[in-house]
């Protein structure tokens, strides 16, 4: 399971002859200790969306599609923020109204107004899309792979994103097809813009030259009747619709399957509980999964070809605390193709990924295109935090650019999300401390109170908190050259390695985390965590019983610590 929060998961079902009916974008929630309840942080309805048409091709008609998160109906947004509902249909598909909602000619912006919702957001090139209502109400999206369908020669992508209480999630998503390049970004209430998505120079053409290369690939290729390139498809839907054999992934799964045969694969799912494992043998004709404790758990069948690349299937994840993070992490060392060669997973040398044969070669080049290294080429790629995706819990605004095909693409923002290149032995993105720690030991104050355990309960996931200076062991902290912070056995530390505003600050056993890795500004008097550069924060101000959590850095007096 992921270490970041991520879409809410809301998946609308239909029956669809031509297509997939689907309400929000198929993401799951990431491991967040049951107990966190992170403060509303995100109280408007919409923030305004600024998309720019760079790629000179035009004019580029604009879709706001998803769910309404009040009500759970499915729609579109108008470009004042406004939510439509489909109107009902019966069981055959009807066209859809036209809900294009801009259109951006070349070298031209638009600001709209982004709603909350989950869902997508569509852009087309040259013509507009063609959407089916079935049902009541629900939306059947293209499914260019397969026969038939209306938008197959039509040039278009799409973003995923959720707006919420909790803030913005934007994706930049190779899961369905690698098409149309295009980066998304943000920015934050203190201005500050992070984006995600950009390719390299000249990598569109290079990664349809490199996938064409290898034996058994190039089927995923889709051209319109002229032969120009409209797209890859994931091997996923190459599968469904014969694009490529599913012997390039099959050879792998059976060497998987009998190696486990004769020993166990160890999961570690969660990156803050070091302690919590999974181990799995194959027994006949299913992978039996055990707990620390000897108790069986999970069971698999061998999975096939389309369950493996479409993490799913025999490989079905529930959003749960047990079976999700097992599926997940299964289907990232298949995909990845770490499994024969590394019985520990989640495999975290990325200069291991994809060199075992041709098991994925598209999400191989996907991320090989990526100027950071990130991409969503698969369902579960954030196994590890390898996915392209921003986040913020209160956002100012959001940023839409649809690149240019060819030559140098321009960043909306800041790249600097500690990514890594796959193969250039670097780090998995969980950053790094900053500026340094001063070593010491002693209280750890805000104003005239101090950083205590509350009881002196030093136990696993107890949230710290401001309190009156007593001068007793809760208040005594021991600051260390490599960034963390001690109090007795364990460590101050962000809950689930959490990025959001509003992320627990707790006590946890030390396991050499960047969530437990501190940076402190000697002039603003900041403690900022590493995983997220949001600050170490005092929830209801200098007072006495204050919960501490994390938040973006704004320099009041409860985010200002003296040692």
Known sequence: MSKRSKFLAILAATASAIGLAVGATPAATADVAPSTIAPMAFEGTTIPLTLTNN????????????????????????????????????EVPVSAPDASIATIGVGQSQTIRMPKLSGRIYYSYGEKLDFKIVLDGKLVQPAVHATGDPNRDKLFNWTEYTLNDGGLWINSTQVDFFSAPYQVGLKKQDGSIISTGRLKDNAYNTFFDKLAAEPGWA???????????????????GLESDMINPNVVTGYIDQVWESYRTRDVTITP???????????????????????????????????AGSVYGCSGDLFAPNDH????IARTLCAGFIRSTLLDNPNQPATDISTYYKSGSVNQYARLVHEAMVTGKAYAF??????????????GNPAAAYISLDPFTGHATPIGSEDNGASEPGDGGDDGDGDTGASLPVGA??????????????????????VQLANCSGNDAQSWTRNSDGTIHIADKC????????????????????????????????SKELKNAVSGLCLDAANGVTDGSPVHLWQCHGDSNQQWTF
């Not at 089927?219 to 839907?237: E, F, T, W």
């Not at 027994?283 to 707990?291: A, C, L, S």
Request: charge should be negative.
């Open 55 to 90: 790629s000179g091709e035009g004019p580029a008609y604009i879709y706001i599609l998803g769910t309404n998160l009040d009500t759970g109906q499915m729609g579109w947004a108008d470009a004042q923020g406004n939510f439509h509902a489909w109107p009902h249909a019966g």
């Open 442 to 463: 002693g209280a750890i104050n805000a104003a005239n109170y101090c950083l205590d355990v509350p009881w002196a309960n030093m136990a696993n996931g107890v949230q």
């Open 379 to 392: 369902a579960f790629d954030d196994v590890g935090a390898h996915e392209s995706l921003v986040h913020d």
């Open 322 to 325: 047990v079976v999700g993070p």
């Open 492 to 523: 101050l530390d962000a809950r689930s390695s959490g990025t959001a505003n509003g992320t627990v600050v707790q006590l946890w056993t030390c396991n050499d985390s960047n969530a437990q890795k501190w940076s402190y500004n000697s002039s």
């Open 219 to 237: 089927g995923l290729i889709q051209r319109d009747s002229s032969g120009n390139i409209l797209r890859a498809h994931s091997p996923g839907h």
């Open 270 to 304: 969660f990156e803050h509980e070091p302690q919590t494992k999974f181990f799995g043998r194959v027994i006949g004709d299913q992978w039996v999964f055990r707990n620390t404790s000897g108790a069986e758990v999970a069971t698999f069948p061998k999975p096939s």
